[in-house]
């Protein structure tokens, strides 16, 4: 048999079961390898709907790591009540053509719009005779398809292959339906605030309930008595499972009188206090359940009513509950009808490696391995939508039995799947166009994002930046005689008025401007004699007296003065370099 992990997410456990999966009808022996219950991360889950799946993933992937868990497939059972009921009658047609029907006339049995749920089903029981002989008596179930998908997404979080989803009514009834046994059995599975009710004849599911009660009152009321000394909900459930907190009968009167052994099972537990205190402590912890127990008590007379005054002879309790010292007591006493916890379920065998203990916390774990409802997966969505075209032929045929009908929806279901295709081919080329035009959003936003950038850096730099590096330079390669009379500068360029001796020496300076790198472009309009000062026309007459007789070229002007010319010179933008051609040019 293939391996699968089952479990089971409540408000205050997940509880996680490796075993065998039943394959088939055929019964076999199951072996449970691993079980574990660990504590439920707080707010991760509300009514069956997950809100925390990367906290549960954190706790579920470390306990698989813990307990050495190899195995990939899962199944998870759910319990909610936003998780939509309805038993109807169907007609006798062959198994396979069960749920094309249902689908076929769901609009009559949920009067809500169903596009947004999930459907399942499952068979309750297939009359043998009477008028409705053949018929199937049927649950159809309707699930919030977030609710669906939320347990998908867990899964793959996980690292696990969701292979179904069951719903927690049915995993209960598949795991007890398995005992061998004609009697009229009701389960209980009792969780903290919230208990399922399901009555069990025969191997078919009769009856099953849900109310809004379970032991959370008990719990807190262990909280409020000062004789117990339990300051949190840890502390309180503790005791329960360790002694028994309560009374074995809820009026004070009946507690006074002796049990009926033949009603409890747990023989071991004598209703006997050890002072005047707790007794009235266990007093009030069992009133608390009074509401309870007078919920289950009328789901049994209403079970009567509904099937001519058959009874329940037998209750079982599962969930939470099953822990709790002298639960079984109470209800069986209660109630009149004998009471056990779960602890062995027919066929289902432990391996050596695994504890026989508390298998009444994993019953509704292991039925979900048996036969699951199945909430639609992606893989049986698909194959549902191809043969969803099939239902009109399967209503024609049971309601005309007209072969030329089915003639006719076998050309329409062509059609229609020929739409279908085309419609599923324009679907991908519309997410491939998507994946596209989303990369090309992306750029055009990345390069008008760069162009703002470009501006903003230009609004931020000036031609004349460079004002600083040229006067620096100049200090560095003018001559000591040459005199700048004047100095403008702008965004682009700079106009200086220079004086130096002679013509030879103004066209070293050209050519050492012109060199300069953050210089572009120099020019010159002209060169003029500077009229001489009188300082000047001593000096240089001083120079001319002290010349050596040596033949030296004279240029004109150097005799009257100074030569004065006005230099040009246009900014490199900041952080450029004239290149060579340039400044050859």
């Not at 009808?25 to 069956?48: E, F, L, M, S």
């Not at 209403?302 to 099937?307: D, I, K, Q, V």
Request: a negative charge; glycine letters at 4%.
């Amino acid at each position: 048999m293939a391996k699968v992990i089952s479990i089971e997410i409540s408000n205050s456990l997940i509880r996680m079961v490796e075993m065998d999966r039943q394959v088939g009808d055929k019964k076999k022996k199951i072996t449970i390898y691993r079980q574990c219950a660990i504590p439920t991360p707080p707010g991760v889950i509300k009514d069956g709907y997950l809100q925390g799946s990367a906290a549960l993933r954190d706790v579920i992937r470390r306990e698989l790591n813990d307990k050495q868990i190899k195995t990939k497939d899962v199944i998870f059972t759910v319990a909610s009540s936003k998780i939509v009921t309805r038993e109807v009658v169907l007609p006798p047609v062959k198994p396979n053509q069960i749920d094309a029907l249902i689908r076929s006339n769901l609009s009559e049995y949920f009067p809500i719009d169903l596009s947004s749920y999930d459907i399942a089903h499952i068979v309750l029981e297939q009359f043998a005779d009477g008028p409705d002989k053949g018929k199937y008596r049927t649950m159809i179930m309707a699930a919030d398809k977030s609710l669906v998908s939320s347990y998908d997404e867990l899964a793959t979080m996980c690292g696990l292959k969701l292979i179904s989803l069951d719903y927690a009514g049915n995993s209960i009834f598949q795991s007890i339906r398995r005992e061998e046994t004609a009697s009229r059995v009701m389960v209980l599975k009792i969780e903290e605030g919230q208990t399922t009710v399901s009555v069990i004849k025969n191997k078919n599911l009769m009856l099953q309930r849900s109310i809004n009660y379970g032991i959370n009152e008990a719990v807190s009321e262990v909280m409020n008595q000062k004789v117990f000394n339990a300051s949190s909900e840890d502390e309180a459930w503790d005791l329960m499972q360790k002694k028994a907190c309560i009374k074995f009968n809820v009026s004070e009167i009946a507690q006074k009188n002796s049990y009926n052994p033949n009603l409890a099972v747990d023989t071991e537990l004598r209703d006997v206090d050890e002072s005047p205190e707790v007794r009235d402590a266990k007093i009030a912890v069992t009133k608390s359940l009074d509401t309870f127990i007078g919920s289950v008590r009328r789901v049994i007379e209403f079970y009567a009513s509904r099937n001519a005054g058959d009874e329940v002879d037998r209750i079982l309790i599962t969930g939470t509950a099953g822990a709790m010292k002298g639960i079984a007591k109470l209800i069986a006493n209660e109630l009149g009808i004998k009471t056990n916890v779960v602890n062995r379920l027919e066929g289902v065998g432990y391996h050596v490696t695994s504890e026989d203990a508390g298998i009444y916390n994993f019953v509704s774990c292991i039925g979900a391995t048996f036969h699951p409802v199945g909430f639609i997966t992606k893989e049986k969505k698909s194959k549902q939508k191809r043969e969803l075209d099939y239902t009109p032929f399967i209503v024609l045929v049971l309601v005309l039995f007209c072969i030329a009908a089915a003639l006719l929806l076998v050309d329409a279901h062509k059609k229609v799947t020929a739409v279908d295709d085309e419609e599923q081919r324009l679907l991908k080329l519309e997410q491939d166009y998507k994946k596209a035009e989303q990369t090309y959003i992306a750029h055009t936003n990345l390069v008008s994002l760069l162009n703002q950038v470009k501006e903003g850096a230009a609004l931020r730099t000036r031609n004349n930046d460079n004002i600083l590096q040229l006067i620096q330079d100049l200090e560095t390669v003018l001559p000591e005689d040459v005199e700048i009379s004047q100095f403008k500068s702008d965004d682009n360029s700079v106009i200086m008025v220079m004086k130096v001796a002679n013509k030879e020496v103004a066209a070293a300076v050209l050519d050492k401007l012109r060199d300069l790198d953050c210089i572009k472009e120099v020019t010159t309009p002209s060169l003029t004699e500077a009229p001489i000062e009188e300082d000047e026309e001593e000096e240089s007459n001083n120079r001319n007296n002290n010349r050596d007789n040596e033949d030296e070229e004279v240029y004109e002007g150097s005799q009257g003065g100074k030569i004065e010319f006005t230099v040009t010179a246009t900014y490199y933008p900041p952080g450029t370099r004239a290149n060579s051609s340039e400044v050859q040019n």
